[in-house]
């Protein structure tokens, strides 16, 4: 079932957006520049693996890193009769696809049920068919996803739906490889998409190129996502290593259900909610700001 932008909000309890966040000048500069310095770099080669393996990686991250609690998942779902068990997130079957030129592609199968007790419920898990090092990351940000999408008020804004997923795939980027060969893969990325996303929300948001709410609601989302994900991330990176076991153990309350993101957030930066242009100071703090040009 497709449902809108909108009612996905209400379904998954988040708080009602009103109006559409479009990024400030500065920031569509900041990333410009970003962006910039960013073609200049050399590369490191990502090597191909094999599903088994990448897979391997992220099961042993959660693991040693987090307390993974059992989430909804239908195995048939035939006409109006469905059969839902709760299952560990690691268990979700992956279903290889071929997506030629998305390097990081994967995606959760959720459905939406008219089903009181389980309104959420996850199917699998899809993964690019084409295996590299970073397939690793793109498992770990789709297990984030189906540890925190089915429960009610550990993100309380959907425009902060990615930041997990993203934070944790960087943190499995930066163990997976020491000399930061995938962390700086997705940095590249994730900087190409903001520099996309922001131009594109701004030329909207001035009535130059047509968008569907949905979509707009979505760009918004990634741009706010990406941009906290790697503020968080940069105190981590930077952080000392009862900092990191900080951050690790907060997002393990998250996932037990007992805290929020946005109160993690709001230790580490200024996390106002964002809902109108006017009020909107997204910004990569000084620490991310250093993380990137480092
Ligand atoms: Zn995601």
């Known amino acids: 079932m497709t449902i809108s932008i909108n009612e996905q909000i209400y379904r998954r309890g988040y708080k009602t957006v009103y109006g559409l966040y479009v990024p400030d000048f500065k920031l569509i500069q900041t990333i410009d520049k970003l962006k910039e310095l960013d073609t200049n770099k050399k590369m490191n080669p990502i090597h191909r ?70 309104p959420i419920v996850f199917q699998g898990i899809l993964l690019n068919s084409i295996v590299t090092e970073l397939t690793s990351c793109s498992y770990t940000h789709e297990i984030t996803h189906a540890s925190l999408d089915a429960l009610k008020g550990a993100i309380k804004e959907y425009y902060n739906a990615e930041v997990l997923s993203i934070f944790n795939e960087l943190v499995i980027a930066s163990i997976l490889a020491k000399e930061e060969r995938l962390l700086r893969a997705l940095d590249s990325r994730r900087i190409h998409e903001l520099d996309i996303l922001c131009k594109e ?26 941009i906290r994900a790697y503020n968080l ?59 990137f040009t480092r």
């Open 49 to 118: 693996t094999t599903i088994e393996d990448a897979t391997h990686d992220g099961r042993a991250f959660f693991t040693s890193f987090y307390d993974l609690k059992n989430v909804p998942y239908i195995k048939h779902r035939l006409f109006k009769k469905y059969q839902i068990s709760e299952i560990n997130p690691l268990d979700l079957p992956i279903y290889p696809v071929k997506k030629r030129d998305e390097i990081c592609f994967g995606a959760l199968l959720t459905e939406f049920l008219p089903n009181k007790e389980y």
């Open 201 to 226: 929300l701004y030329l909207f948001s001035k009535g130059s190129i047509s968008k569907s709410k949905d979509d707009a609601l979505e760009d918004a989302k990634y741009i706010i996502s990406d």
């Open 233 to 291: 991330f940069a105190e981590y990176y930077y952080g000392s290593n009862s900092t990191k076991e900080y951050i690790i153990s907060y997002i393990n309350r998250i996932i037990n259900g007992n805290s929020s993101l946005e109160e993690l957030l709001n230790e580490f930066m200024d996390n106002k909610s964002i809902s109108t242009n006017s009020e909107s100071k997204l910004t990569l703090t000084p620490k991310a700001h250093k993380y």
